[in-house]
């Protein structure tokens, strides 16, 4: 059973096919931690280029799939409600799993700091238990139509 589903979730952020990553929203502790599910399959559009006979989910699209996770989480707020977060920095990134066509991909992000418009989670992407990428990433929310 899913908390969010890939309808109620554009709601929420503003990505769309081809860049919407987040397929369900598992868990939601408000504004403390989310887990996502990514449901990798050979269908993608990035597998026609990376790598023929040999598809791998690139390294920066697992990343937009923890910052797509971590809108929800920042964006389900009351606070942000309405607002876009964007992606600040991107640090400690590591790569230590290949994401193939067939894996299930959970993402979770824990809130590791905030302040005003600003902040820090901690994320992991993990399949079959082990962890396929780590970071942690910054944010900033602003309001839709302004720019940064």
């Given at each position: 059973?899913?908390?969010?589903?890939?309808?109620?979730?554009?709601?929420?952020?503003?990505?769309?096919?081809?860049?919407?990553?987040?397929?369900?929203?598992?868990?939601?502790?408000?504004?403390q931690s989310i887990?996502?599910?990514?449901?990798?399959?050979?269908?993608?559009?990035?597998?026609?280029?990376?790598?023929?006979?040999?598809?791998?989910?690139?390294?920066?699209?697992?990343?937009?799939?923890?910052?797509?996770?971590?809108?929800?989480?920042?964006?389900?707020?009351?606070?942000?409600?309405?607002?876009t977060a964007y992606?600040?920095?991107?640090?400690?990134?590591?790569?230590?799993?290949?994401?193939?066509?067939?894996?299930?991909?959970?993402?979770?992000?824990?809130?590791?700091?905030?302040?005003?418009?600003?902040?820090?989670?901690?994320?992991?992407?993990?399949?079959?238990?082990?962890?396929?990428?780590?970071?942690?990433?910054?944010?900033?929310?602003?309001?839709?139509?302004?720019?940064?």
């Amino acid at each position: 059973m899913s908390l969010l589903n890939a309808s109620e979730i554009m709601e929420l952020i503003p990505n769309r096919y081809p860049i919407l990553f987040i397929d369900k929203v598992d868990s939601l502790e408000d504004g403390q931690s989310i887990t996502c599910t990514k449901n990798v399959t050979i269908n993608e559009e990035f597998f026609r280029g990376h790598f023929p006979r040999n598809p791998v989910m690139p390294g920066v699209l697992i990343i937009e799939s923890l910052a797509q996770a971590a809108s929800i989480l920042i964006l389900k707020t009351e606070k942000y409600r309405g607002k876009t977060a964007y992606l600040g920095s991107i640090d400690n990134a590591k790569f230590r799993k290949v994401v193939r066509p067939g894996d299930v991909l959970k993402l979770q992000v824990i809130m590791e700091k905030q302040r005003m418009n600003m902040g820090k989670v901690n994320c992991k992407a993990i399949v079959d238990d082990q962890i396929a990428c780590s970071a942690i990433l910054s944010f900033i929310v602003s309001d839709v139509k302004n720019k940064i």
